[in-house]
C-alpha cells in the first residue's frame, strides 16, 4: 500500500522504516528540513540498533522516502499515520497535543477521495472524539476520512522489534459507525505480521487510547512498588534482589520489572503517567488515580536516594569531590537523555560540589548539549581518572561486565556505588573495593538471578482487558 507517516521522530521515522520494510511505498513527512535531510540520505538522528540498515535499505529499494511537505502526504497514499510528539505541557501534567491537531487539521484540509489516518501518538482518552469533529469540519465534500487509533508499544533499544514482531496490535475505531474500514486496512497493512501468530485487538477509540496509557502506568507503578520495598529493605538489612525473585515466581506477578534502584525515565513513562492523572482529573476521577502521584514521587525520590548514597561514600561532603558517572541514557542501548535519572543524578551531584566527570556509550552528545557545564570524558576508564567514587546509573553492557581490574592504578580511592544493581558484588568486593548499592545490600550476582536485568522500558506481558462498546474481537 501506499503510506505516509506524518512525523518523523523517534516513533515515525521507526514506523515508517519497518513499514517499508514489510513492502510498503512509504512517505514519511516532517517540518524539521535538517532532519529530513539526514534521513533521505540514510542517516538515523537518534541511535537505534538496526534502524539504519533497513532505513538505508528500503530507501535503495524505492520504498522509502521523506519530505517536508504535507501537500506530497496528501497526494502520496491514502493511508496515514500520526506520529507526531506528544509532551508534557509547559504548565501542568497534562498532555500537549497540539501537534497531534495540527497535523490532522492540515492534512484533512488538503485530502480528496478516501482515506484512513491512524494515530500512533500516545494521546488522552477522548482525543479522537475530538478529532474526528475537526476533520469533518475541515475536510471537502470531496473528500471521505475515517479516523482509527492504534497507540504504538515500542521499547527504545528494542524499536524495529517491537514494530516488525509486536506482542500485540490494538485498533481502535469510531464507535458510533455502522460500519468500519479500518480493522481490514490496517489487518492487510499488517498482514505478516498476523500471519506471525500476533493478536490484532479491534475495539472503540477511547479504549485504543486508554490502552497506552493503562500499561505504562501499570509498568511504572510495578517498578516504583519495588523500589518503595527498597527502601524498607535498606532499613532491615533485607535483600530486595531475593526478595523480588521470590515474588516474581508468582505468575500473577512475574519477575520482569521488579529491579530495584534508580528507577525508570526517558519520553513515555513518566510524563504518559502524568497525563494519565491529568486527564482523569478533567473527568472527575481524580482522586481514583491519586495512587500514580506517589508512583512518581517514590521514582523522584530514588534519584535523591542515589545522590545521597555517592555523598556518604564522599563523607558526607561532595564538596571538591571527583565523581565518576557511568552513564546518561536514561536506559540502555540508547542516546535519549530525556527525563534521564542517570543525568539528574550527575546535574545534582554537581550541583552539590562536585567536579563530575560523565561517560556514556551512545549518549553523550545529547548530555552534553543539556548539560553543558559537566564533564565528559571518551571512555569509562578516562572519567575514573581520580575519581572518589565511581557512580554506575545506566546498566550499558559495557559497564555490566566490567572488570574492577580495568581501573587499577587509576582511581583515587575504589569506592563504586551501583545506581542499577547490576554488578557483580562480590567480584569488586575481592578486589577490595568498597561497593554500595541503591536498594540496600547486594548478596549475590544480580545475574544469576533468573530473568533479572529486563529494563524498564521492556513493554512485554501486558494482558488485554475485555470492553464493551464496541464488543473488542481478536483477528489472527
Not at 85 to 106: H, I, K, L, W
Amino acid at each position: 500500500m501506499k503510506l505516509t507517516v506524518i512525523g518523523c521522530g523517534y516513533l515515525g521515522a521507526t514506523h515508517a522504516a519497518c513499514m517499508a520494510e514489510l513492502g510498503h511505498d512509504l512517505l514519511g513527512v516532517d517540518v524539521d528540513i535538517e532532519k529530513v535531510a539526514r534521513l533521505r540520505a540514510g542517516e538515523v538522528p537518534f541511535f537505534e540498533p538496526g534502524l539504519a540498515d533497513i532505513l538505508r535499505r528500503n530507501i535503495a529499494a524505492g520504498r522509502l522516502d521523506f519530505s517536508t511537505s504535507m501537500q506530497s502526504a496528501a497526494d502520496h497514499g491514502t493511508v496515514h499515520f500520526i506520529g507526531v510528539g506528544t509532551p508534557q505541557r509547559a504548565r501542568g501534567y497534562g498532555a500537549d497535543t497540539s501537534a497531534v491537531f495540527s497535523a490532522v487539521e492540515t492534512l484533512a484540509g488538503m485530502l480528496r477521495g478516501e482515506h484512513l489516518i491512524i494515530g500512533k501518538s500516545t494521546v488522552p482518552v477522548g482525543t479522537s472524539a475530538e478529532l474526528a469533529t475537526r476533520i469533518a469540519d475541515l475536510s471537502s465534500n470531496l473528500a471521505t476520512i475515517e479516523l482509527s487509533w492504534s497507540p504504538e508499544f515500542l521499547r527504545e533499544g528494542f524499536a524495529v522489534e517491537d514494530t516488525l514482531r509486536p506482542d500485540r496490535i490494538v485498533v481502535g475505531t469510531d464507535p458510533t459507525a455502522e460500519t468500519t474500514g479500518a480493522a481490514a486496512v490496517i489487518g492487510e497493512l499488517y498482514r505478516e505480521v498476523l500471519d506471525s501468530g500476533v493478536p490484532m485487538v479491534v475495539t472503540d477509540w477511547a479504549t485504543a487510547e486508554l490502552v497506552k496509557t493503562s500499561a505504562n502506568a501499570f509498568l511504572a507503578t510495578k517498578i516504583s512498588f519495588i523500589n518503595a520495598v527498597s527502601e524498607l529493605c535498606e532499613i532491615v538489612g533485607a535483600d530486595v534482589t531475593a526478595l523480588a525473585d521470590a515474588i516474581g515466581y508468582d505468575n500473577r506477578i512475574g519477575r520482569r520489572f521488579l529491579n530495584a534502584g534508580l528507577g525508570f525515565g526517558g519520553g513515555c513513562l513518566p510524563k504518559d503517567i502524568r497525563a494519565f492523572m491529568a486527564r482523569a482529573e478533567e473527568l472527575g476521577a481524580g482522586r481514583t488515580f491519586r495512587f500514580l502521584h506517589e508512583v512518581d514521587a517514590i521514582n523522584m525520590r530514588r534519584r535523591e536516594a542515589m545522590v545521597e548514597l555517592v555523598e556518604s561514600a564522599c563523607h558526607s561532603d561532595l564538596i571538591g569531590a571527583n565523581i565518576a558517572v557511568l552513564g546518561a541514557a536514561f536506559k540502555p542501548e540508547s542516546d535519549d537523555v530525556r527525563d534521564s535519572p542517570a543525568l539528574s543524578v550527575a546535574g545534582q551531584l554537581a550541583l552539590r560540589g562536585a567536579s563530575v566527570t560523565v561517560f556514556d556509550p551512545k549518549a553523550a552528545a545529547n548530555a552534553r548539549r543539556m548539560y553543558p557545564t559537566l564533564n565528559f570524558a571518551e571512555t569509562a576508564r578516562a572519567a575514573a581518572a581520580d575519581a572518589d567514587v565511581i557512580a554506575l546509573t545506566t546498566e550499558w553492557a559495557e559497564f555490566v561486565h566490567m572488570s574492577p581490574d580495568e581501573f587499577d592504578g587509576v582511581v583515587a580511592r575504589k569506592v563504586i556505588v551501583d545506581g542499577r544493581r547490576c554488578l557483580a558484588a562480590a567480584q569488586w568486593r575481592d578486589a577490595g573495593w568498597d561497593y554500595r548499592a541503591l536498594g540496600g545490600e547486594v548478596r549475590r550476582n544480580p545475574q544469576d538471578a533468573g530473568t533479572a536485568g529486563a529494563g524498564p522500558a521492556v513493554h512485554r506481558g501486558i494482558a488485554h482487558s475485555s470492553v464493551q462498546v464496541p464488543r473488542p474481537h481478536v483477528l489472527g
